[in-house]
């Protein structure tokens, strides 16, 4: 079986794809699985870590063979707003629950999840399930995946919550 050990990302390579695979949002984030394009390529993804598959990306077999990616059509949420203002209050409390989302001008997409349409409804927005390939924005350190981020270390160079013992004479009671 044909190996794909390297992403190329969309718009740094060119040319006709051998084949294309259609994969939804968990689908793009995979490291390791036997995959087959829509005409038939079967191949294992084989990647040293995950890389965040996106839409127009390209995997390169051991044989030289480009495998187009495909954002495959999934179920949604599409997010309205009243305005503008409400739309971005909205974005931030998805982004402040680290939410993949897909940002498209007037609205937001999100992975169906009753639990955040009941916040988003208490919020002011209107929510409808649509069913569409789903591509949410990337990490904003360069990580390529949503999925994919790290807490930086405090000043100090000690990760967040990281304490300090102290040898003093007194009791904490």
């Not at 036997?34 to 390169?60: C, K, S």
């Not at 495909?70 to 998805?94: F, N, S, T, Y």
């Not at 001008?105 to 009753?114: F, N, S, T």
């Amino acid at each position: 079986m044909a190996s794909a050990r390297r992403v190329i990302r969309a718009g740094d390579w060119s040319g006709p794809a051998a084949d294309t695979v259609l994969l939804d949002y968990e689908g793009r984030q995979r490291r390791r699985i036997a995959l087959t394009g829509i005409g038939g390529t079967a191949f294992l993804l084989n990647l040293e870590r995950v890389m965040g598959l996106r839409d127009g990306d390209a995997l390169e077999l051991d044989d030289g063979r480009l495998i187009a990616v495909k954002a495959a059509p999934e179920p949604l949420h599409a997010v309205h707003a009243g305005d503008a203002h409400d739309l971005v209050r909205i974005a931030w409390h998805l982004g402040n629950r680290h939410l993949p989302t897909a940002i498209e001008g007037r609205r937001l997409l999100i992975r169906r999840d009753h639990v955040i349409v009941d916040m988003l409804r208490k919020l002011g927005a209107r929510v409808a399930e649509v069913t569409e390939p789903f591509r949410p924005e990337g990490g904003a350190y360069g990580t390529g995946t949503p999925l994919a981020h790290d807490h930086a270390p405090a000043p100090g160079g000690h990760p967040p919550g990281h304490g300090h013992g102290h040898g003093h004479g007194h009791g904490h009671g």
